[in-house]
T-cell receptor, first 108, second 111 residues
Framework: KNEVEQSPQNLTAQEGEFITINCSYSVGISALHWLQQHPGGGIVSLFMLSSGKKKHGRLIATINIQEKHSSLHITASHPRDSAVYIC??????????FGTGTRLQVFP | EAQVTQNPRYLITVTGKKLTVTCSQNMNHEYMSWYRQDPGLGLRQIYYSMNVEVTDKGDVPEGYKVSRKEKRNFPLILESPSPNQTSLYFCVTGAPDQPQHFGDGTRLSIL
């Protein structure tokens, strides 16, 4: 079993829909990252969380440390949100552990 | 502007021909990493460096070397590339408990 599991693996939505991507992990952590990988391959950092909730524009990230779970929400989705969203956690080692990503496609 | 610059962006080469992928950052970060990304396997760490002259193996270090002679540069060296090193490579700066800054990636094909 992977230490970081994301669901769903693939997600299709219509423009304007509210989207939720989930990340569950099995290790104790001190930080969790949400990353976005564009269709061209480039990766940008969206959020880093250690507790609570963060919001940036239409994106909201939440984390529940006790339940070892984080969610990434996209409100009013748009075709330009189409990307792979990757969750990564920082736990007991000196490195990040990555999920395998959720591929999101938003259609007009 | 915060930047992580990787070169080259694309490279097609042949087995056994030594190559270097350069990485340079302007954020004065101590922690730098190299990752490879393969379909179905996600991002896997090759090597990381916590400071100048301090490097350590990640999960998949075989066939790779790195050096950290200055804080800003962290080159990835493939001394004798093989086809199983065909992949998408990322240089990343920032400690694991800090925001991560990714280079644009290097698509490497080894024939």
């Amino acid at each position: 079993k992977n230490e970081v599991e994301q669901s769903p693996q693939n997600l299709t939505a219509q423009e304007g829909e509210f989207i939720t991507i989930n990340c569950s992990y099995s290790v104790g952590i001190s930080a969790l990252h949400w990353l976005q990988q564009h269709p061209g391959g480039g990766i940008v950092s969206l959020f880093m969380l250690s507790s609570g909730k963060k919001k940036h524009g239409r994106l909201i990230a939440t984390i529940n440390i006790q339940e070892k779970h984080s969610s990434l929400h996209i409100t009013a989705s748009h075709p330009r949100d189409s990307a792979v969203y990757i969750c990564a956690v920082y736990g007991w080692s000196d490195k990040l552990i990555f999920g395998t990503g959720t591929r999101l496609q938003v259609f007009p | 502007e915060a930047q992580v610059t990787q070169n080259p962006r694309y490279l097609i080469t042949v087995t056994g021909k030594k190559l270097t992928v350069t990485c340079s950052q302007n954020m004065n970060h101590e922690y730098m990493s190299w990752y490879r990304q393969d379909p179905g396997l996600g991002l896997r760490q090759i090597y990381y460096s916590m400071n100048v002259e301090v490097t350590d193996k990640g999960d998949v270090p075989e066939g790779y070397k790195v050096s950290r002679k200055e804080k800003r540069n962290f080159p990835l060296i493939l001394e004798s590339p093989s086809p199983n090193q065909t992949s998408l490579y990322f240089c990343v700066t920032g400690a694991p408990d800090q925001p991560q800054h990714f280079g644009d990636g290097t698509r490497l094909s080894i024939l």
